[in-house]
Antibody, heavy 112, light 112 residues
Framework: QVQLKESGPGLVQPSQTLSLTCTVS????????VHWVRQPPGKGLEWVGA???????DYNSALKSRLSISRDTSKSQVFLKMNSLQTEDTAIYFC??????WGQGVMVTVSS | DVVMTQTPVSLSVSLGGQVSISCRSS???????????LSWYLQKPGQSPQLLIY???NRFSGISDRFSGSGSGTDFTLKISRVEPDDLGVYYC?????????FGAGTKLELK
């Protein structure tokens, strides 16, 4: 069955870089897109970016200068890297296959 | 970016009752390919969002026929009939016709 699981540090210091991994199973990264969506505490959903089946990427324009999404198809993993983190980046980060199946999410807190 | 406006912000319902949630987009969601990429999600407390409806009116795998979606162009509606306790949470609409993918602010469904 389709599964996605996010992993990464729960706490990141301001101005540092966030690195998250989404490990997937039950589907191929070369046939499906994987998206990142985040949700600040108590707030709504914000699309962060995506890596498409062919390997191209799209990013939220508000985050584009700080964001990179890549993948390792041999390991069925998708990576998110966001630099210059600020407190406003505190959120649950979800990875999702084509925005249908979702991972459980990982809480990231930006704080010193 | 396409702005998604959901109403109401919150809704109280009795078990067994019926409710409707409205979602309006700032521009037509009809894609050049003729499809309309409007989806509905439910986020239960402490969980990740789950896809209920895709392309306006198609129920996702395993979703009860108590959930139905309708609409076209810029106006869309989610109806839930015979409400059960497991239906409570926050409902989001989302559009993937034009990237960035955007979500509505959510409608919280509570028990009366």
């Amino acid at each position: 069955q389709v599964q996605l699981k996010e992993s990464g540090p729960g706490l990141v210091q301001p101005s540092q870089t966030l690195s998250l991994t989404c490990t997937v199973s039950g589907f191929s990264l070369t046939s499906n897109s994987v998206h990142w969506v985040r949700q600040p505490p108590g707030k709504g959903l914000e699309w962060v970016g995506a890596i498409w089946s062919g390997g191209s990427t799209d990013y939220n324009s508000a985050l584009k200068s700080r964001l990179s999404i890549s993948r390792d198809t041999s390991k069925s993993q998708v990576f998110l890297k966001m630099n210059s983190l600020q407190t406003e980046d505190t959120a649950i980060y979800f990875c999702t296959r084509s925005i249908d199946y979702w991972g459980q999410g990982v809480m990231v807190t930006v704080s010193s | 970016d396409v702005v998604m406006t959901q109403t109401p912000v919150s809704l109280s319902v009795s078990l067994g009752g019926q409710v409707s949630i409205s979602c309006r987009s700032s521009q037509s969601l009809v894609h050049n390919n003729g499809n309309t990429y409007l989806s509905w999600y439910l986020q239960k407390p402490g969980q990740s969002p789950q896809l209920l409806i895709y392309k306006v009116s198609n129920r996702f795998s395993g979703i009860s026929d108590r959930f139905s979606g309708s609409g076209s162009g810029t106006d869309f509606t989610l109806k839930i009939s015979r409400v059960e306790p497991d239906d409570l949470g926050v409902y989001y609409c989302g559009q993937g016709t034009q990237y960035p993918y955007t979500f509505g602010a959510g409608t919280k469904l509570e028990l009366k």
